[in-house]
């Protein structure tokens, strides 16, 4: 039997373990620990037998699994007794309150396309330094695809809890700055 074949049984076993130690009356770690113990010898291996690729096919197993799982109590449960709420969510104000729209606009910007642009130019800026530090151009290009969503990500969470203005716009000119930076640097001595 292969290592990847190895490594789908026991995504599958493992995800089946996880469901029936979250189906006792009392949870038990040591039930929860060996199941997350035998996902991570299954993960370890496919990443052995295939790398990516077998990492890929052991997530797929324990994913189509929980699925499965998932789907059976979905069938098996009882329908719900409660009733959906009536309560409206709040976007807007009730009643006669003025509705900020320029100010929700003006957020809207700053983390949308202006945090998308800055996030993008600081992952531009981290591309120019990989390949500045020797990196292969394929490397590099991965460094900006992982490196700006995360980054974007980010950067738009820390803009919404803020409640300062002037922090949103600091939290979208110092990535652009520094990514500008970057790229003017690597340009330069190159």
Request: hydrophobic residues 60%.
């Amino acid at each position: 039997m292969s290592l990847i074949a190895a490594g789908m049984g026991l995504a599958i076993a493992s995800v089946l373990m996880l469901r029936v130690a979250w189906g006792r009356p009392r949870r038990s770690v040591i039930a929860n620990g060996l199941a997350w113990a035998v996902l991570l010898a299954a993960l370890l291996c496919g990443a052995r037998a295939a790398g990516a690729w077998g990492l890929a096919m052991v997530s797929v197993s324990a994913i189509t699994t929980a699925l499965l799982c998932l789907a059976q109590a979905a069938l098996a449960a009882p329908p719900g007794k409660a009733v959906a709420s009536r309560r409206r969510a709040g976007a807007l104000p009730p009643g006669p309150e003025p509705w900020h729209v320029g100010r929700r606009l003006l957020t809207f910007l700053l983390v949308g396309p202006v945090g998308l642009a800055a996030s993008l130019l600081a992952g531009l800026g981290l591309r120019a330094l990989a390949s500045r530090a020797g990196m292969g151009e394929a490397d590099a290009d991965m460094a900006v695809l992982l490196g700006m969503p995360l980054l974007w990500t980010l950067m738009l969470t820390l803009q919404l809890m803020t409640p300062l203005r002037r922090t949103q716009i600091l939290l979208a000119i110092v990535p652009a700055l520094t990514g500008g930076l970057l790229l003017t640097v690597a340009r330069g001595g190159a």
